[in-house]
């Protein structure tokens, strides 16, 4: 029973945060290489981009 009411209020939350601060896009952008071999190490590059916000996460 709770774990309904927690997805129903994170859904909420979400659609009242995008309601209030929603006034400019979102750009999500992505750089993966083109193949990995298995066990070694590769560098995945995610940006996104909220007006005058950038955020630059990288996962290796």
């Keep these: 029973m709770i774990k309904p009411l927690i997805i129903l209020f994170n859904t ?8 209030f601060f929603g006034d400019t896009p979102v750009t999500i952008s992505g ?3 083109k193949n990995a071999n ?5 560098t995945a590059e995610i940006k996104s981009i909220k ?3 950038v955020v630059l996460q990288s996962f290796s």
């Design 12 to 19: 909420v939350s979400v659609f009242l945060f995008s309601f």
């Design 38 to 42: 298995v066990a070694t190490e590769f």
């Design 51 to 53: 007006g005058a916000l």
């Design 31 to 33: 750089s993966f290489p």
